[in-house]
Nanobody, 115 residues
Framework: QVQLVESGGGLVQPGGSLRLSCAAS????????MGWYRQAPGKQRELVAD???????NYADSVKGRFTISRDNAKSTVYLQMNSLKPEDTAVYYC?????????WGQGTQVTVSS
């Protein structure tokens, strides 16, 4: 079965950096697009960034120039490098994949940006 396991969240000061990882299994990773979403308290889940199987990327306007999504097909892992973090980036971050017409989500990893 499909499994997505996120890691790398934590507490960081404004202006700091974190790198999130999402290890995927149960699918042919190299042929799927992957996405990172986030959900802040009291808000809807929103797309942060996604990457196609060919490496084409897309970002929410709020993170352009600060976040970078990448993938390592040999490790079946997608990454989200987050720089210049702001308090408004505080949220639970989720990895997502659409596989055989079913949306799968990881358990989420908490990112807190605070001084």
């Amino acid at each position: 079965q499909v499994q997505l396991v996120e890691s790398g969240g934590g507490l960081v000061q404004p202006g700091g950096s974190l790198r999130l990882s999402c290890a995927a299994s149960g699918m042919i990773f190299s042929i799927v697009g992957m996405g990172w979403y986030r959900q802040a308290p009291g808000k809807q889940r929103e797309l942060v960034a996604d990457i196609t199987n060919g490496g084409r990327t897309n970002y929410a306007d709020s993170v352009k120039g600060r976040f970078t999504i990448s993938r390592d097909n040999a490790k079946s892992t997608v990454y989200l490098q987050m720089n210049s973090l702001k308090p408004e980036d505080t949220a639970v971050y989720y990895c997502n994949v659409l596989w055989r017409a079913v949306n799968f989500w990881g358990q989420g990893t908490q990112v807190t940006v605070s001084s």
